[in-house]
Each structure stands twice: as C-alpha cells, then as structure tokens.
C-alpha cells in the first residue's frame, strides 16, 4: 500500500487567518508523525498566503520522516529549495488567484524551462516529482525531464460524484498510472482524496504516495491530529 504524506498547509492557513503565532505547523507534523505520518508536505507559495519561510526551515530541522516540499518552477524557489534541501520536490503550476492548485503542471509546452529546473535540483541531490494530470503527452514530456517520479492529480476523480464517471476517471489515472511506470518514472498522487475516496486510488498498481492535505485537517479539526491520521492510514489500508 502506498506511504501517506500529510499536507499540513492548513494549518497554516488558520494561523495566518489572524497573523498570530498559533496554530503552529510545526506542531502539526510532530503530531501526524507520531501518528503514524510517513512524510510531510508543504507548499510554500509565492505569495506566502499560508507557509512561512519560517516554517520551511523548521521543519527541514524537525521532521523525521521525509520533507516533500511543493514549489512553483522559479528562480526564487530553486534557490530556496537548494538552500532547505527538502528530501524531494514537487514541482505545482502557482497562479495567485487560485483558491486551491487547480491543474496540473503543463509539461509539455514548457519543457526547456522543466528539464533546466528539474536537472537544477536532481544535480545537487533533490529529487522531483512533477504534479500533473494523468495524459499521455504530459506523461511522455515528464518522462523526457528525467524527473525521478510524477504525482498525478486526482482532482477530476474527486470531484466527480456518480460511480460511473469515478470508475472512468479511475480508469486514466490506471492508465497513466502503467504508461508512467512503463516510462521508468515512479508514481504518487493527490490532490481532493478524501477517507471516502482514497482506497481504489492507493490501490492502483505502483503507486508509491498519496499526498492529502484538506480532508485529514478537517477532520483532525474536529477529532484530533492523531486520529484524523490513524483513521486515513486505515482507509488508505481499506479497513475505514
Ligand atoms: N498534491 C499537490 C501537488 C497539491 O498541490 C495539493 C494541494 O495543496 C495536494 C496534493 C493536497 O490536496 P488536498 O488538500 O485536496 O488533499
């Protein structure tokens, strides 16, 4: 069964809601480790709407697990990924008016600009995950990056909401799923999986993580960190 990356920008979220000191992030992942987290993901935007440099470094010190760091291709965040030295990143198209990260990563109109940035990271040790929806041209040009491994988007098979379409949408993440493996990348996933959604997904033939952020922190709003993440590593297990 895949590993579990908690995705802990939310909390974030609550603290910069009110520009205080609490909740701390930091706490976050110490408790969804203890819980039973297999990594940490934050996305440090470039707008700062939520992660804090602050919080990046602190964590890049206190997780124990492994530190999956969500980034925009710029400069900027090269720069700071090559200083923190996440354990990997996963590169995320960014627009500032996005409420959440909408699509995946164009690969393959950009590819000059991912292969200098994916090579930038892998160079120095970092590996890359490429988030990006599960098509075959995307798939093809992310393989050419040489990007050690994708996270495909699961958004579309979340939202969708009769089981035929959610069989249709699981069908092409399969595919993409097989055609990634076939081309030497690893897979993870995320994006919208919930403890209703996630099985089949963490099912899939390969898939390594799934990373899962608004649907453990809302829960664990209300039932605790702990075990909001017990209960995901259940359903991921299909025992929920
Ligand atoms: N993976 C990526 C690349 C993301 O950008 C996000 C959202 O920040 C997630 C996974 C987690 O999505 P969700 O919060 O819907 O679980």
């Given at each position: 069964m895949p590993t579990l990356g908690v995705n802990i920008d939310h909390v974030a979220t609550i603290r910069q809601a009110r520009?205080?000191?609490?909740?701390d992030p930091i706490g976050a992942a110490v408790l969804a480790e203890l819980a039973g987290a297999d990594g940490i993901t934050v996305h440090l935007r470039e707008d700062r709407r939520h992660i804090q440099d602050r919080d990046v470094k602190l964590l890049r010190q206190t997780v124990r697990t492994h530190l999956n760091l969500e980034m925009a291709a710029t400069d900027e965040m090269v720069q700071i990924a090559l200083e923190l030295r996440p354990d990997y990143v996963t590169l995320v198209p960014e627009r500032r008016?996005?409420?959440?990260?909408?699509g995946g990563l164009d690969v393959n109109s950009q590819l000059d600009r991912m292969k200098q940035v994916v090579g930038s990271l892998q160079d120095q040790g970092i590996p890359v995950s490429l988030f990006i929806d599960a098509n075959e041209a995307q798939i093809q040009a992310a393989a050419s990056t040489q990007a050690l491994f994708i996270e495909l988007h699961t958004g579309s098979y979340a939202e969708v909401k009769d089981e035929q379409s959610q069989s249709a949408e699981l069908a092409i993440l399969a595919a993409g799923c097989e055609q990634a493996l076939a081309s030497g990348l690893r897979v993870n996933a995320g994006h919208g999986l919930t403890y209703w959604n996630v099985y089949p997904v963490a099912c899939?033939?390969?898939?390594?993580e799934l990373n899962i952020g608004h649907s453990i922190i809302s829960r664990a709003v209300l039932v605790g960190m702990e075990r909001a993440i017990r209960e995901m590593k259940q359903a991921i297990r299909g025992e929920l």
């Open positions: 520009r205080t000191v609490e909740p008016e996005e409420i959440t990260t909408e899939l033939n390969g898939m390594e």
